[in-house]
């Protein structure tokens, strides 16, 4: 873990990490809220923003070199260019996706949340077939019979070897679990739940990347 550390809300995330796998940092590229609009009552309507988690994006910075096509744009055009979310999540580089847990869920929440983004967007370009399901399965019984308190940790591992995914959930008092995503269709649909362009599950996290790579790649 890097030595600095930046604040989101009340989380830490240290500006550089290494996996075990690479001994190249990674970087902090993106950090954000998460956040669900909620509150309708009787008469009056009240829209209340609950904060759930803290995303940290990690990526080798090297990731700059596969997107030159977008150099010099700004931090809007950016934000609002699913092709160029498109091009960071197929660059071939390590990329790592820590989530802190501010309000405590369920986990079958957020495994229902993740399939049915994954799933809906497999299907929409028809590649949501009998072996995506089955990845698809696998991984919300994973998250099934979890409880997610407050700082409980899951990451998203992507590594540049071979087109998987490995998932891991980490609570007080319990030792870490992992899951391994070896069907490469629901791998990038994961990462594009997160760095999906305006399709992603946080919107906050996205205009987070698209003020970094505007400037990274205006230099």
Do not use: C
């Amino acid at each position: 873990m890097g030595s600095e550390m930046v604040m989101v809300d009340d989380v830490s995330f240290p500006t550089e990490i290494i996996t075990n796998t690479n001994n190249k940092p990674l970087a902090l590229m993106g950090h954000a809220i998460g956040v669900r609009v909620s509150g309708i009552t009787d008469i009056e309507i009240h829209f209340l923003q609950i904060k759930y988690n803290a995303i940290g994006i990690y990526l080798e910075k090297e990731v700059v070199n596969h997107l030159v096509n977008w150099k010099d744009k700004k931090e809007n055009e950016l934000s609002e260019d699913d092709a160029f979310f498109d091009a960071l999540v197929s660059a071939p580089v390590e990329k790592f996706f820590r989530v802190v847990v501010i309000k405590e869920i369920k986990g079958s929440q957020y495994g229902v949340q993740l399939e049915s983004a994954i799933r809906d967007r497999l299907a929409a370009i028809d590649k949501y077939e009998e072996k995506e399901e089955e990845a698809l399965e696998k991984l919300t019984e994973f998250f099934q019979t979890k409880y997610f308190h407050k700082a409980s940790v899951i990451t998203f591992h992507f590594p540049t070897s071979s087109p998987t995914a490995e998932i891991s959930f980490a609570t007080q008092g319990k030792e870490e679990v992992k899951i391994k995503v070896e069907n490469g269709n629901v791998v990038e649909m994961i990462q594009k739940w997160y760095l999906g362009g305006t399709r992603a599950v946080s919107p906050t996290t996205i205009k987070s990347l698209g003020h970094k790579f505007g400037e990274l790649l205006s230099n």
